[in-house]
């Protein structure tokens, strides 16, 4: 069960990150993803798979997000 | 650190894998194809966002852009022609419905696509000046769908039977048609112009042609001006609800110029219902309308303008050369106002206080007034009738009202000066009467004729008025210091310098004992202290009040004129007297003294004296008695009244000819400097028109 806000990213070794919607949409390509029309796999399980990015740099860029977030406010 | 040291830090670009399988492009362009068609299946739930679109990142990353942007096109042009035959089978009213599903559809799956493309949009695209996808789709949609021949003109041609409907008073679908127009705006301003707003005009304009015809014949004109309104509104409202807010200016010009402006003169002159009909009966609300639309065309207020001033002239022709109408120059004038009244509240009600109308106005009364030469002697009488008696009564705002209406004809006159004379004769009558009804409103109206034409105009005026308050306190000290004449006669005596006041003829009459007693007394006191002045006595302007007893003891207050008092006083020594004896004793001249004696003895009601024979006119033969039998309601009769009548055509004469004697010296002053301007070239005459000067620099 996850809280309506959140997105999950799943990297390609399977690690997951549970991140705030908010966060995640610092990303242009992921916002588009979850807004774009017509209901791709993602949008209607609320979370995205990254086959070729690793857990390591997946961590990287969810701190980044929120460093992005925090600065911008 | 040392620069050296910074130089050898560099950061490498991270390398992705190479590219190794020679069918790595087929591969990635049948996902994508594969995925392009699910999404127009409406099966986009199985796929994988971030797989499709990091495949096409990928392609575009290794250089197979091209193929992927000529893939795409050549996918979405199969779709759209499978869509456009689907569109095609649509029968009769569903077509635009399934039109406009299938755009929606297209509008979404679009959207899609464009996202998962969204790399190749902002770097191959950029860079080899391609169209961008989502502007792609829509010119791939116009190119397949709108321009195939089996869709274009079918579209076309029920957009236009809808809007032709609507016109017809059915109910259509608004929504759907507005789906449809703005897919067209969408698809580019050129496309809704092509392909539907220059056609719409076309059938609008016919439409309207037949519409503005069909009216023209049966209706009048304030109801096709009501229908026309109708119509124009209703276009309105349709560009509100369904279409592009650039085509109001074009489909309302339609209109104006279908129903308004080709039938223009036609509407204007129409019989028993035009322009003239509807001023004539004030009909503000059709003349309201008319304006509003009139004003939307070329020449439209012009025309109204044109037509309301040359009936006004003739009107106001007829209203000054109608010989009934000027036998009561009090109703004259009022007639005059009514009509400007009457064009006031039409400007101010139904042409929105239109400056251009006002002036129109203002120049076709300024062009009928001075085609009688006698309205400025009949606005002066008119003036005089309202401070006589007219204004008794009237509060002092109202009073204000009246003048400054009088005023604005006054400013209408173009021979002033005449109205000046007639002003002033009146004036005089009514001050040494005493008849007038307010001191304020006469003084009033003398400020306002100053603040028009300047103190010379009125300096005489308030003259006559100083000259009646400084003969008020003279009269006080002359009784004052001949304390001994209380018990008799009572003396009062106007002084009138006589510059201000109207010239008269200096006739005097034999005065009775009494009062001629009286008369030198005052003026040795007079010259007494004011040396230097001559005095002579204006006999025909004074009145007097008597006491007078009659055969059977009725006793009665006589107001009369100074010259009725000679007569009658005479009875006093004699009980018949001819007429040559009375004109001898008295010196009245003749006219007047027939005058005086007819109103007399020939008046009912005022019968003091009884004439032999009981003739009308007064003969020289005629023999005069007091009439003992003389009665009357009242206590105190009037029977000398010195009323401002219209004067007889010899007097109308006269009073031109001095008129015209007091221009000559003006205008010869303005000669004198306009030749001097011209000798210190300030002025030049014109070389082609005698008539006119030019100012020099």
Known sequence: MKRKDTVKLISADEMEFVIDKDAVMVSQTIRNLLTSPGGFAETKLGEVTFPEISAVILERICQYFYWALQYSR | ?697
């Open chain 2, 1 to 697: 650190m040392s620069n050296q040291k910074k130089r050898n830090f560099q950061i490498e670009a991270f390398k992705h894998r190479v590219v190794v399988d020679p069918k790595y492009a087929e591969k990635t362009w049948s996902i994508l194809e594969h995925a392009i068609h699910e999404i127009y299946n409406h099966n986009a739930s199985g796929l994988s966002f971030e797989e499709l679109y990091r495949n096409a990142y990928n392609m575009v990353l290794h250089k197979f852009g091209e193929k992927l942007y000529s893939g795409l096109v050549a996918t979405m042009t199969a779709h759209l022609k499978e869509i456009s035959k689907s569109i095609e089978a649509a029968q009769g009213d569903l077509f635009l419905e399934e039109l406009n599903r299938k755009w929606n559809d297209h509008n979404k799956a679009l959207q899609m696509i464009r996202d998962i493309l969204m790399y190749m949009d902002r770097t191959y695209i950029p860079n080899t000046h391609k169209t961008p996808v989502h502007e792609l789709g829509l010119n791939l949609w116009r190119d397949n769908v709108i321009h195939s021949s089996k869709i274009q003109s079918r579209l076309l041609s029920m957009l236009l039977e809808l809007v032709h409907r609507e016109r017809t008073g059915e109910v259509i679908d608004r929504g759907l048609m507005r789906n449809i127009i703005k897919m067209l705006m969408d698809l580019g301003s050129s496309v809704y112009q092509e392909d539907f707003e220059k056609p719409f005009l076309e059938v609008s304009a016919e439409f309207y042609m037949g519409e503005s015809q069909k009216f023209i014949e049966c209706c009048d004109c304030g109801d096709y001006l009501k229908k026309a309104e109708l119509r124009l509104n209703e276009e309105i409202e349709r560009v509100t609800h369904y279409l592009d807010v650039k085509s109001e200016v074009k489909i309302t010009n339609v209109v104006e110029k279908e129903m308004i402006a080709n039938h223009m003169m036609r509407l204007v002159h129409m019989e028993n219902s035009g322009l003239v009909n509807m001023l004539l009966d004030d009909k503000y609300e059709d003349l309201g309308r008319m304006y509003n639309l009139f004003r939307r065309v070329p020449n439209g207020l012009s025309t109204i303008r044109d037509v309301m001033t040359s009936h006004l002239r003739e009107i106001g022709k007829q209203l000054v050369t109608d010989a009934e109408k000027l036998k009561d120059p009090v109703e004259f004038v009022q007639r005059l106002l009514d009509e400007k009244d009457k064009y006031d509240s039409i400007i101010s009600q139904a042409f929105s206080n239109d400056k251009t109308f006002q002036n129109a106005l203002n120049s076709s009364f300024e062009y009928f007034i001075n085609l009688n030469n006698r309205s400025p002697e009949f606005i002066s009488l008119f003036v005089d009738d309202k401070l006589r008696k007219g204004l008794k009564g009237v509060s002092e705002e109202d009073v204000e009202i009246i003048l400054d209406k009088v005023m604005m004809l006054f400013r209408y006159l173009q021979e002033k000066d005449v109205f000046e004379k007639y002003y002033k004769q009146h004036l005089a009558k009514r001050l040494l009467s005493g008849k007038t009804v307010s001191d304020d409103a006469e003084r009033s109206l003398i400020v306002k004729l100053k603040t028009e034409c300047g103190y010379q105009f009125t300096s005489k005026l308030e003259g006559m008025f100083t000259d009646m308050k400084t003969s008020q306190d003279t009269m006080q000290g002359f009784y004052a210091s001949h304390p001994e004449l209380t018990d008799g006669p009572t003396l009062v005596v106007q002084v009138l310098t006589t510059g201000s006041w109207p010239t008269q003829p200096s006739i005097t009459c034999n005065l009775p004992a009494e009062t001629s007693a009286l008369c030198e007394k005052f003026r040795s006191y007079y010259l007494g202290t004011h040396t230097g002045r001559r005095l002579s006595w204006q006999t025909n302007m004074g009145t007097a009040d008597i006491k007078a007893t009659f055969g059977k003891g009725q006793k009665h207050e006589l107001n009369v004129s100074t010259y009725q008092m000679c007569v009658l006083m005479l009875f006093n020594n004699a009980d018949r007297l001819s007429y040559k004896e009375v004109e001898q004793a008295t010196g009245i001249p003749a006219s007047d003294l027939k005058r005086c004696l007819q109103s007399m003895a020939c008046v009912k009601g005022k019968n003091v004296l009884r004439k032999e024979p009981m003739s009308k006119d007064i003969g020289e033969d005629d023999a005069f008695f007091v009439n003992d039998k003389f009665t009357s309601k009242f206590y105190k009769v009037k029977i000398g009244t010195v009323v401002a009548q219209k004067e007889s055509e010899p007097e109308k004469q006269e009073t031109r000819q001095r008129v015209e004697e007091d221009r000559k010296p003006q205008i010869e002053a303005a000669i004198k400097r306009i030749e001097s301007l011209i000798e210190r070239d300030f002025l030049e005459r014109d070389n082609n028109d005698r008539k006119l000067y030019r100012y020099l620099a």
